[in-house]
């Protein structure tokens, strides 16, 4: 059973009558094509990612510690409306041969792209019919995937992570649903943690949302705190590789302003062509005060998809 | 549209008639339980990433350089038996908002644990009913995976990768089907590349096989060269973390022995709690002559499951 | 999202500590095999369906009024747990040729024997090891269905059709949950409609239940009144082809014996080879007091499966 | 594994140079819509299935012998291009209670509107943009099923049924792959039968092709004698409720005008609102010759579906 129609949509037409000054709307194609990768790129922000990065990422490793980010993927995880993951172990037919080979495999059902901690490729989000770089969902997208701008143009990611404690910084063990992270929040966060952000950082938010991970799956995936316009405006301008977060969609749910939806999604995919990585699980790094270390995330290779389930870590 | 019934079977029954010297029977429960690694250990060769050993491994990082040792997921890529990937837009339902959002995702449907470049748990295989360290089949397996020995207990591996070019000793751009790699290979082809196997290794064997891909995809998966039984065991005795080649199953198909089924399967997994890596991409790393480096990869988190589709990389 | 592992279980384990006396435990191997119908019958009350059955059945037929029996099939519907229904839109890739056609398909993920209205075959049930006729489970149940006993045996059931008005019966909208239908209830019912039972009939119960399909989910899928133990053999005496319910298990849930867990299933399909169809939408039928007619419905040759989802009719 | 692209497009593209006569283009929607239904109308032919329309069917049964006219559903049936079937077992996880129950269920993969023997609904073909009664594709297409035009709106079909048989007619065991059958053939059968269609009836065609299926399945699927357009606008003249074969497509393919794409498709289902029946078993019907006859098919209630797998019916 996949759960009904988006969430989203009903809170924003629950809230739609609320009148608030127009606080973001797209840039017309004329303002954000082409990328600044050029106008064929369909890589983004991982062009960062190159031989100088990875070192920059590994002279970061101290003790050789590896510290998990990912979710185990199951059944009974949260998601987002509409999605699922089903396995179904396919047990062995065997014995087979004098040496009674038994075999097992299991069968999965789920929108792998979009399940778990996981990676959004640019196929995922559009702007009014197109997606990064002004590439048109019509003739891009088909039946088995899209022609252009799917996961498997980007490769693993080695770069500088950063963890950003926002919930450390204001002395909570959790932000509350809908708080909206402002650029001040991060520059404070940064500041006691004594790092700065780079070009081409992975920056990973902790907002101690992902407590509720397994305990209020509901809670987790309705609404969350997060990145807000001028925060995901301001990450941009950072040149930032990726960012994400503890949370379901790494921004603010619901946006503030009623009138748009999902916005970072936006501003971050398809007009800054920079990844968001979701559902991390960030508690051990919060835990050990790892600020700064290599990050290595290997989103699957599936052809013409709009994102990845991955299991990323962090290494001291 | 799956394909039918195991071929190795057929293969296993076709010449069943051969007569030759029984070159390998499964050990007893009592001489291969408990593992070396505990009674209740269900992580096997993975006990041996440990900070030291990655410490040991990004070490040989000189140049900063991502080899990806993966293959692109999609639905023609050669695949075993009984085995499919499917995926399936899910276009978007918007424009939603002011903004104009628009979301896509995909469905996909696949034994997720045991296509493409795919890492091997030890649920995956099993002798007369019992898995790695004698842990029941039956109780063990149910309709949603497996309660013990999943491929979520593993974690990232980061190790110490070698390269071993078996077609490149040989002097050949690949080995022929059916040919079966012998210990002496392995250490003419370690003597040529100045190289020693240490414990914890990645070992990847370089068969030319997978010039195939995507080229042939029936010879592909039909046949193979490959590891046999003695080199397998060779292999267990210099205590190596994992071992993979260009092939599906990285072991010989079929095997000499016509009576015995995919034997290395069981010598690695069940026996000696040893990894599988398969159908991995090593033409670049080959073509670069990268013999050590620095091997990552990330099995996703799948509860339960026999394995994990993965996208690996070398770091040079 | 399938739903977590069977609430039955769960509903069992609270009330075990109850003593009751021993309601029903199945009959040894030699008590039930072979079949009335044979030892290597596959087809049980199917083998009702006689060229004079048919033509008993067409005779009941007056108006020539088509009476749907079956619930449309969605994703919201109520299911078992585990159990889930999803279907994805495959646009069109078109437009195709001078005559610009476009097609769309969809892709459906569901178990697709046991979801919705639905006609439950022999491989569904089984005792210790053995289903119908005493096959055993094991070495008959393939990772890709059943290699005896499956739905694609039965073909197409046309027989008399009798409608058992219990609610109506008792002068209430529904039975409430847990509630057990008895014999008496059933002679009852059959005087206040001046019908009798033959030898072939498709019985179907109407308790009221079916009033929360769609209303609430939960409680439909959670507990349900229906058909006990006594009032199950009582029917197989009858030899009925096979009986039905607006409810999902048809018979009471949970069984007033805590110690047994669905045992009409195993009286029905594992001793007595009769069918049992579930979650029938039987409003109209009772709305138009038709408590006899012809009964049609067409099973899906599903190869291997334990049953079908199946949309019946009656005419009048 | 499914198939790769539409074979028909291959098709087409490979002969596309051929100059032949315009043999047929799609009427505008001024010319087709709305339909002779009612603009609203959602059912098409299926309006054709009265009460009066019952009586006629049921009248012809003499014997009350059952002819199934339906494929068995296996993953190695034949299967149009990106088409599936796959199936796994879900064994029990049993045994329960002191009953010891067992129960054992499957899991299914499958373009369940669009394989096996299979009804075709108003949501599967459009011309340029728009479906039967010029209902647009876009807006009514989502990602889980059409909101309007879907299978769940035609209930059973019970009526006459004609069995035309134009191999016996020609007195050959098959027609040849891409033959086209003509108005002249259709009329010849007929008359050979001494039967004449009326309106709402059900005509099968004979083609003979049938005999590939499960023998030379890349035979049967690639090409196909059948219907052109010619016959489909004289079928539609006669008010025919639906026309099938024992072939994929019923209609001839490739079409001998290369420039047109599967037009019967669009003129059965897009303009004249007539079902397709595809993948008949019509051999037992011919040995047989049962020329007239009641027929009954059950469409699964699919909410917002294509089509529908079917066991439809011949009774005698």
Redesign the interface.
């Known amino acids: ?4 129609a ?1 969430l ?2 009903c809170l ?1 037409l629950s809230i739609a009558h609320t009148t608030l000054a ?1 606080s ?3 840039p017309a194609p004329s303002e954000r094509c082409p990328s600044k990768w050029g106008a064929d790129d369909e890589r983004g922000a991982a062009n960062h ?7 920059r990422a ?1 002279r970061l ?1 101290r ?4 510290v ?1 980010l ?7 995880m949260p ?1 987002a409306a ?33 399940v ?1 901690t996981q990676f959004d490729m640019f ?7 197109s997606l990064y770089n002004c590439v048109p ?1 019509e003739g891009t ?6 022609t252009r701008l799917g996961v ?1 143009k980007i ?2 990611i ?1 770069t500088r992570g950063v963890l950003v404690d926002i919930a450390g910084m204001k002395g909570v063990s959790s932000l509350d649903a809908g708080y909206e992270i402002s650029v001040d929040d991060i520059e404070a966060a940064l500041a006691r943690e004594h790092v700065a952000l780079a070009p081409g950082d992975a920056v990973l938010f902790h907002t101690g949302w992902g407590r509720l991970w397994g305990v209020d799956n509901t809670k987790y995936a309705t609404r969350s705190p997060g990145i807000g316009v001028a925060a995901a405006e301001w990450l941009a301008k950072q040149d930032v590789l990726l960012f994400g977060a503890d949370t379901g969609p790494v921004e603010v749910l619901p946006n503030p302003d009623p ?5 970072v ?2 501003i971050a995919l398809v007009v800054n062509g920079i990844f968001l990585l979701e559902n991390l699980k960030l508690d051990q790094l919060v835990a050990s005060q790892s600020y700064e270390f290599a990050f ?12 990845s ?5 962090a ?1 001291r």
Do not use: C
């Not at 196929?123 to 019919?129: E, N, R, V, W």
């Open positions: 059973m996949r759960l009904p988006p989203s949509v924003l127009q973001w709307r797209p990612v190159t031989a100088a990065q990875v070192l590994v490793i003790t050789g510690e590896i998990e990912g979710r185990v993927l199951s059944s009974d998601m509409g999605r699922g993951f089903d396995l179904y172990t396919k047990r062995t037919n065997g014995p087979l041969g004098a040496n009674k080979r038994m075999s097992n495999e299991e069968f999965v059902a789920t929108e792998l792209g979009q778990g196929a995922h989000q559009g702007i009014d019919g969902i997208a088909t039946r088995n995937g899209f498997e490769g693993a080695v009138q748009v939806d999902l916005p999604h936006q290595v995330v290997q989103p699957l290779k599936i052809k013409g998809a709009t994102g389930t991955v299991a990323p870590i290494i």
